[in-house]
């Protein structure tokens, strides 16, 4: 390119009116009369610089990118860096320069600007989601580079989607006014799946027992629904994280990947892909040690904190949680910048792994700063309140993981990340912190069949995070052969700007005979209550209520002591109540326990007086990958102040609470007419413990196997001697039942027998509910 453009100022005629040569943006010399080429250097100086071809762009910013300017000598190098510097900006398509006389001529195409941005052929993939990754935008300069940049952008997410078949052609369509249409025209291709996972290199663990802990699965009718049938190369990645951590848990230190290769079967449908590991030597545990530097803190009560044992296998997972109790438990006592560092002792020899937690002074570091960014909906407000730091404050771990912990309890976030990073100081600390906004919106329409209630139907809308401002508002209704529930409510999480729960709600209810139920019910109100923290896992709420509860179409032939409840009554309830929640997780816990306490108080105003306590604890227990215990006990007592309790407020025990026995089963009975009258106090528990049935994880379907136990006795009708049976013995059923989460919803069938029980007691050995969502 330098000799031609050197050639192109050299002149063509021998005298200074010879015709100049144009030169093209390549530097090629167009077609023209030659003449003899001067020899020897380059003579004259540039006097002006005029500019050619700009419509956009004005004259003043081409010649700012030019490196020779008027006055300077006509110079090779300098036009050379000057067309670089044109081409370089992006925002011309053709640069060339000619001299003409002493004016140097610099003739400029530019790139078109894209009107519109269009995407054709496209249905697994929506025009948001190829949107956001492409770089083009309407208004933005069009260059071929950039287009090509975004193809390979367009490739790569439909690969992370499984489809490596996929091709993308640019099309321009061009409109006055050096504008173009630019339409991405796609096809998707069908989908690549795994046809094969294999493992080279694994002696201890089989091939089937490997497959279960990745994410990536092979390809099965019945994964119609997911996608993680389908080659990615980033799950694949993850992968071979889920593998060593597999391996480190069971004592397999040494563990390594060698490789994770995907191959394209011969058919181009599908991929097989090979993970090749050296599994290395199992250790176990040896000498665990608890040391410290810090002054006034007792290493016999940390050492109580570790939850590995000299003997045992090695397992990765226990020393982590081990250093996250330490951690929790210095940061407690006032130490904010202590640290625990695992400090391992490796025999190979005896194939023994020593650790020494050794707490030890950190360096002191404050906040500076808290940065957020990712949330487009959410108010930065939301986010800064569930923060257990603010700025200013010592640094400390634990808060920050409890802060994580909050906002992803939200639930309004994908994907939460809460990190440090260096502040503008060595003591300074930026809390850097990246959301990714998820759909907070619900909308179910459901249809399903319950035992108890026959065909039901469900509508329900609720939106969580109202606004951006974290509130809750939501309505339901529910329709069902014997039974119709409507409700809508309103939760506003920080009350006063306080870390106050308040929530407002208003219900109808009503309840047809049904089973052993003899007479139709109604309820109608609503409630106000508050709730609040008391501690990270203690919560205390206040609940006012306030409903009309109404007896009628008492069924022929019903109990005297049914008969005399009929009417209605305005019932005004306080309620207090105490949750302390040790669950690892709210919606599928699989160890900790949670406790419930609550006290009632009715009579504040209203026809109905009584006092009611009610107590609730489970506890998990994991025995083994997937296989967890459950124990739970439920009781509550109920007291009339100054008179009898109604029906509608006693205890009915049987069906969901306690399987085997019909609703209501379980307590007092008429021995007459055998209706059930509901009880005053009542208990409980059981014991349970769910399986993997040996289906793929991915079904949804587990089984358990239960025992429940309990009994409810004490109604108010002294006249009713001799014609109540009221024993109060224990009851006892055992049975297995199966849980699927079906793509349709939820469904669980139990079969529950009763091994212990009254003559009157009314069985129900099988109770099957399923409902589904579209």
Known sequence: MRLLVWLALLGVGACLGAAPTPVLAQGAPATAPQAPVQTGPITGTVDQIRIEGTQRVEPETVRSYLAIKPGDSFNADQVDRSLKNLYATGLFSDVSMRREGSTLV?????????????????????????????????RVVYTRTKVQSDVQRILDVYRRNGRFAATVDPKIIELPQNRVDLVFEINEGPSTGISRIAFVGNHRFSDSALKGTLQTKETRWYRFLSSDDTYDPDRVTLDRDLLRRFYLKNGYADFRVLSAVAELAPDGDSFYLTFTIDEGERYKFGKIDVTTTLPNLDVEQLKSLVTVDEGDWYNAEAVDSTVKALTDAVGTRGYAFAQIEPVVNRDRDKRILGINFQVQEGPRVYVERIDIEGNVRTLDSVIRREFQLVEGDAFNTSKLQRTEKRLKDLAYFKKVEVKPVPGSAPDRTVLQTTVEEQSTGDFTIGAGYSTTDGPLAQFSIRERNLLGRGQTVQANALVAAKRSEYDVGFTEPYFLNRELAATVDVFHTTQQAAQNLVFDSQSTGGYVGLGYHLTDNLTHGVRYTLRRDTISNVQPGASRFILEQV?????????????????????????????????????AGGDVHFARVTGSARKYFPIAPEYVLLTRIDGGYIKGLGEGVRIEDRFFLGGDNFRGFRIGAVGPHDVVTLDDLGANTYYVGTVEMSFPVGLPKELGVSGRVFTDFGSSFGVDEPSAAGQITDSGSLRISTGVGFSWHSPFGPIRLDLGYPVVKEKLDRTEIIRVSFGTNF
Do not use: C, M
């Open 106 to 138: 610099v003739v400029v195409t530019e790139n078109p600007i894209i009107n519109r941005l269009a995407f054709e052929g496209n249905s697994k993939l929506s025009n948001e989601d190829l949107t956001n990754e492409v770089q083009l935008r309407p």
């Open 567 to 603: 009417g209605s009554r305005l019932a005004s309830i306080v309620t207090n109540q105490l949750d302390y929640d040790r669950l690892d997780s709210r919606i599928d816990p699989t160890d900790g326990y949670y406790l419930r306490g609550a006290v009632d108080l009715a009579g």
